[in-house]
């Protein structure tokens, strides 16, 4: 295994995510708690439209049907500034940008709304003006869903102008 927990505990809500079961663990993963990861070309699936991997999220965590779950995911495409989101939600991460691919990573992280948001080196291989606009969406957005960030970063000038709190 990558690592071991030699004591202590991490609780969300209540619940010690270390001790609990694989059903709790799926449950609260993707719905209560989301990640933005750091290489989105990575990250998303080449052979599945962005569109359909935003609505298997959605369908799996709140059980829309799959046109309900692809109106909500042109609303989360819209939502996180994707120029012409109802026409590129069937396109491939291919066929985006890296700054239009992270804002999907973005949507498909926002689907259920999580009350923390993982962001695991987001602004990493893009230019500084697209670095900006994302770092304005991750504030804007934080304030608007009031869920906590947590930023993983080794850049000292995100930090600076993002975080509340510093952890080393």
Sequence with gaps: SPGRVSNGRVLFQGTDLLTASLPELRRIR?????????EPMSSLNPVFSIGDQIMETLRYHQKLSRRQARLRAIELLQ??????????????????????????????????NPKILIADE???ALDVTIQAQILDLLRQLQ?????????????LGIIAQFADRVAV
């Design 143 to 155: 304030r608007e869903l009031e869920m906590a960030v947590i930023m993983i970063t080794h850049d």
């Design 79 to 112: 939502r996180v500034e994707l120029p012409g989101a109802a026409q590129r939600i069937d396109e491939y991460p291919h066929q985006l940008s890296g700054g239009m691919r992270q804002r999907v990573m973005i949507a498909m992280a926002l689907a259920c």
């Design 30 to 38: 993707g719905a209560d708690i989301s990640m933005i990861f750091q």
């Design 122 to 124: 987001p602004t990493t």
